[in-house]
């Protein structure tokens, strides 16, 4: 047998709920969703080949990327294998600009430290540059790519050990499209 006050309580909350979600014999038409402005890294969408070359020793190794549209097209992902070491170099970044294109933010972990970096900076169609917000100073990171071609960029990835006065070249990713 069914207990009384519950099916009460089952009825008062079934015409609440249809209460909030009908309005003038219509169901509530749900605010249009903001689009978020196109990722200025869009061209970046894809697989990539290329090489990474160490800058102290001129070493080189190759490296695949893959690149793809996140959030509606607010951002981008990119999976990259670098062929040095074992197990093989394999990180990931997340890329998202705001909605007004001003600031461009990058969260990046690699498998073998596996912690998180947070890169602040801007990015236009033909290059970015980011600055690391979690180094710890006197320490500084900095990460620029530049479009070198229709199917070609290049990524830098730079250190400083003097709060930023000076940066040194750690790598250069020289990418290609297949």
């Known amino acids: 047998m069914t207990d009384p006050k519950s099916v009460v309580r089952g009825a008062a909350v079934a ?36 090489r990474r070359i160490e800058a102290a020793t001129g070493d080189a190794a190759p490296l695949h990327s893959e690149i793809s549209s996140i959030l509606g097209g607010a951002g981008t992902e990119e999976r990259i294998e670098v062929e040095e070491g074992a197990p093989h170099y394999m990180g990931l970044y997340l890329e998202v600009s705001d909605a007004k294109g001003e600031k461009s933010t990058i969260v990046y972990v690699n498998a073998r430290r596996r912690n998180f970096s947070r890169l602040e900076g801007t990015a236009s169609a033909e290059r970015g540059e ?44 020289e990418m290609r499209r297949p």
């Open 130 to 173: 980011w600055t690391s917000v979690t180094a710890t100073p006197p320490h500084g990171s900095r990460m620029r790519i530049e479009r070198t071609g229709k199917d070609t960029w290049r990524r830098t990835q730079m250190v400083s050990e003097d709060n930023g006065r000076t940066w040194t070249s750690l790598f250069v990713d």
């Open 15 to 50: 015409s609440i709920t249809a209460a909030l979600f009908l309005a003038d014999g219509r169901a509530a038409e749900r605010p249009p969703k903001p689009a978020p402005s196109a990722d200025p890294l869009a061209w970046t969408v894809g697989r990539w080949e290329g």
